[in-house]
């Protein structure tokens, strides 16, 4: 059975040091569940993203990896990343791996693939400054028949 762990809410970056302060709604949200592996998908919340290759759903090459992140984003909003060299070689040999299913399996991608995915995330990571993320983790409340009005 699956489930819903966090969500992640991705902001064009400010130079304001509140987290909420100066943020609008996000552009996109990205939502981390977890089943047999973990998986991340992305939610647009402005108008006229798409992500790369039509891909919406991925699993990362290993569960909690930090770079999951980085690669959400080049999958989820790869506009903020055309600066990066190698995105359009990715984009290429991306579409054979996901074969029009909009899913993406790092975990079992294949090993050409996944260096030039490497190399594109080292590029990309100095693109991430501009982006603002933040996090948020679901807790159970309380039951609400156990409330007294």
């Given amino acids: 059975m699956a489930s819903l762990d966090s969500i992640y809410y991705v902001f064009k970056a400010s130079n304001n040091n509140w987290i909420n302060e100066g943020l609008d709604k996000p552009l996109f949200e990205i939502w981390v569940g ?26 990362p090459e290993g569960p909690n990896m930090a770079a999951s992140l980085v690669d959400a984003c080049i999958l989820f909003y790869p506009a ?20 029009g ?16 995915w490497k190399a594109l995330r080292e590029e990309a990571m100095q693109k991430m400054p501009g982006l603002k993320v933040c996090k948020t983790r679901f807790e159970q409340v ?3 028949s156990e409330i007294q009005c």
């Avoid at 998986?39 to 699993?59: C, D, I, K, N, Q």
């Avoid at 299913?101 to 693939?113: C, E, K, S």
């Fill in 142 to 144: 309380e039951r609400f």
């Fill in 34 to 59: 977890s089943g047999d592996r973990e998986w991340l998908e992305v939610h647009y919340t402005a108008m006229g993203l798409s992500p790369l290759e039509h891909v919406t759903r991925f699993v």
């Fill in 101 to 116: 299913t909009g899913f993406l399996d790092l975990d079992v991608a294949d090993q050409t693939f996944l260096a030039a």
């Fill in 80 to 99: 903020h990343f055309k600066a990066c060299e190698s995105l359009e070689k990715v984009r290429q040999a991306l579409e054979a791996q996901v074969a």
